[in-house]
């Protein structure tokens, strides 16, 4: 799921589907295109009042484009951004489940979009041109933030949610080979290099924060025929049933508990963090500053907890984004339904 730069996950299915279902006034063909992200987007149209956010309706007049990557957790959190702002009084335009990170990064920087749940590594690599991470999150997300204010966008305060890349296998084979590190994959990769084969996203075996670099810290050699490229949902079916040893996971997906996978655990820290935090056009922000008041709680609540059991239900369980993140809010007092 994470996630971070466009990672495509089943069940992350095209928001069309569900705008469709409550906007149909918008118009059939137009709502397939706008939740695409190809138009100007569509209506969100929840029925919802302040709960213990947005009381007095501070964002009363504003018209806010809310935006999102394509997989499955970037859904859930475009809408719980959008239900947030309607429930303090917003007009809200969805244009979440935009394919890739650079489109739903450049919405927000040239105004299209006014805001969206951004992660800190994706900005600081893939946007900001850096290529060491820092290793504590808040200073990491201190950077990214100083570093985006000159590209007109503001960072509000990180979550605690963190959904950075792992490598994951199954029972069975962790039982076979022992393997409990990345240090301990690098060690089999060296004493039976065919031993270690991957599953990994094709974004995965390319990115400086992915294999390329995972091989260069843990000093892994591992033979292009050992891995396998696919998209993420099957890399957690073809993992658990042990097609390839170590699949690419992501630390916040839900399908890691239920289909009871063995996460190796990241000992020389190379993965970045990836804390999920509001990413608001600075224009945006001056007008209604309300923004940062609405989402702070919210922002605050979000774990990998929540969004392990959130995009679970998802990907596991087969609900729908919005559905989903409606429910949590409610759930949470954050908004009540009208």
Known sequence: MRRRAGRPVPGARCAAVRAGTRALL???????????????????????????????????????????????????????????????????????????????????????????????????????????????????????????????????????????YALAMNQANAKKYGTKTLSDVAELARTDPSAVTLCVEGEFANRADGLPGLEKAYGMNIPAGNVTQMDTGIIYTQTAKGACT?????????????????VMEDDKKFFPNYNAAPTVNTKTLKEWPAINEVLDPVTAKLNNDVAQTLNAKVDVDGEDPHQVALDWMVDEGFVKEG
């Open 26 to 164: 918008a118009g059939a063909v137009l709502l397939a295109a706008a939740a695409c992200g190809l138009t100007s987007g569509s209506p969100m149209v929840d029925d919802v009042e302040p709960g213990s956010i947005g009381q007095g309706k501070p964002l009363e007049g504003a018209k806010l484009t809310v935006t999102s990557k394509e997989f499955t957790e970037q859904l859930i959190l475009g809408a719980i951004m959008g239900i947030a702002f309607q429930a303090a009084g917003a007009e809200v335009i969805d244009r979440t489940g935009i394919q890739g990170s650079v489109g739903s990064r450049e919405a927000v920087v040239n105004g299209d979009a006014d805001a969206a749940f951004e992660y800190t590594g994706t900005a600081w690599i893939t946007y900001q041109g850096n290529s060491k991470p820092l290793p504590d999150p808040r200073e990491q997300w201190e950077a990214v933030r100083k570093a985006d204010l000159k590209n007109g966008v503001t960072w509000l305060e990180p979550s605690a949610l963190n959904n950075t």
């Open 246 to 262: 170590y699949g690419e996971v992501f630390t916040t997906d839900g399908r890691i508990k239920s289909m009871n996978l063995v």
